[in-house]
């Protein structure tokens, strides 16, 4: 769905920086969940958030991975301290409500560790 | 929690026969089975879904079965053509409603 923003598209980063990545919902949805996608893999779930709550952090690693949904502003997914590992593609996307399903995908935000 | 296999990881057809794709499912209280086609570096896209109360569902070419009882549900994509080729990805809802477990993805190639 065109109406799911992220920025940046491209994200370059060294070793050991921080990498920022940002959501905007389709207008009106409260619930984003991030996904990262491995080259030639399917997509893991990392986090689940409604507005200023994470209702579902299983799948992010603990450990220098942190997400948020403010209650104005876009999502964002934080990496610290970045590794050639977390080179991927993340994908966010947003639901209107959980009893509506259908979840609407971002174009991504392709984060490269050098 | 949910556990999603995708089969086969690859499919070539030749234009014009028909591709299937099936999933399988762990949690009989998953309701809800989207699929989604990813294009070379773009982002998912929702292509057909199907909830728990109908066991097919088709949208012109693209048609959707599902078996509640072998918790199996399948994609069918009737009369290819090469615009068809990308990957799909089968999901069901994590325990409860949402999150998405996805399949691994198959990739499938459409021979003019």
């Known amino acids: 769905n065109a109406g799911v923003m992220q920025n940046p598209r491209h994200l370059v980063r060294r070793r050991g920086q921080e990498a920022r990545l940002r959501c905007s919902p389709v207008?009106?949805?409260?619930?984003v969940y991030w996904y990262r996608q491995l080259p030639e893999e399917g997509l893991k779930f990392m986090v689940y958030l409604q507005k200023e709550n994470i209702i579902d952090e299983s799948g992010m690693p603990k450990e220098r991975f942190s997400a948020e949904f403010p209650k104005e502003g876009p999502s964002i997914l934080r990496i610290q301290q970045v590794v050639r590992g977390d080179s991927a593609a993340y994908f966010c996307a947003s639901q209107d409500r959980p009893s509506t399903d259908t979840q609407y995908f971002g174009p991504g935000t392709r984060l490269t560790v050098l | 929690g949910e556990n999603v296999e995708q089969h086969p990881s690859t499919l070539s057809v030749q234009e014009g026969d028909s591709a299937v794709i099936k999933c399988t499912y762990s949690d009989s209280a998953s309701n809800y089975f989207p699929w989604y086609k990813q294009e070379l570096g773009k982002r998912p896209q929702l292509i057909i879904d199907i909830r728990s109360n109908v066991g097919e569902k088709k949208d012109q070419r693209i048609a959707v079965t599902l078996n509640k009882t072998a918790k199996h549900f399948s994609l069918h994509i009737t009369e290819t053509q090469p615009e068809d080729s990308a990957v799909y990805f089968c999901?069901?809802?994590?325990?409860?409603?949402?999150?998405?477990?996805f399949g691994k993805g198959t990739r499938l190639s459409v021979i003019a």
């Open positions: 207008k009106g949805h409260s619930h």
């Open positions: 999901a069901a809802p994590k325990a409860g409603n949402t999150p998405l477990v």
